[in-house]
C-alpha cells in the first residue's frame, strides 16, 4: 500500500505546507480537539494513525500530550521527523497497520481520512481500536452499506500498477464492531463537509465523526 504513488508530489506538498502553517488550521482538527478537551492533559499519551507529517501534532500540543504519530509514508515521515527534532515529546513509527497490529497503546486515538483508503474494514478497525486505551476519534466515510470501491492510481506513472480506493464503510458493521470490542460510541456530523454527500473520485461519499470510549479505561 503506498498513498504516495495514488496521490502525487502536489498532495505531499500540501502535507508539507499543513505542517509549516503555511495551510490554517483544518477544520476536523478542530472538531476532534473540542470533542477530546476533556480528556486533555498533560502527560496523555496520544497516537495519530495515519498521521501523514504530523502536522495535527500542533493542535494539541498545548496540553502537553505525549505524541506518537504512526504512519506508512517514509516521504512523510522523514518531513515530520525533520521538522519536529529535539522535541523529545514527539516520536514517529514507521508501520503497515493493514498488515500488522499496533505494537503499543495509547489513552487517546484518532484516525481522519485513512480507513476508507484501506483494502478492507479489517482487519484495520480492529488494528485501532486495539490500541486504543481510552477514547477514539475516527472520520472516515460511512453510508447504510459497504461499497468497496477502486479507481486507477490518479498519478499517471503508477495509473497501471497501483490502485486507490475510497471506499465506503456502513454504520452497523462500524459502530457495531467497535462496541461488540468493549466501547460505547457516538456518531457527529463532520463539521467541515456537515456530513454532506460528495463527489470523490466518481462516487458519492459521507464523512461522520465516530466518538468512541472504552468502557473498562483501558484495564485488562
Known sequence: MSFVKVTGEEYTELLRRRLTGEVPELTWLKQFRKILTPYLQTGVSFLDIGCATGYAYKSFKDYGVVYTGLEFEDQYLQMAREYFS???QVQFIQHDIVRAPISSKADIVICSAMLEHCPSLMPVLKHITDATGKVLLLRTFLGEKEEIYTIPSPVFNYKDTHIKYTNQYAFRDVLGCIESWGF????????????IPRLVDGAMRTFYVVFAQRLDNGNK
Request: no cysteine.
Open 184 to 195: 460505547k460510541t457516538r456518531l457527529y456530523r463532520d463539521e467541515y463537509t456537515d456530513s
Open 86 to 88: 529535539g522535541q523529545p
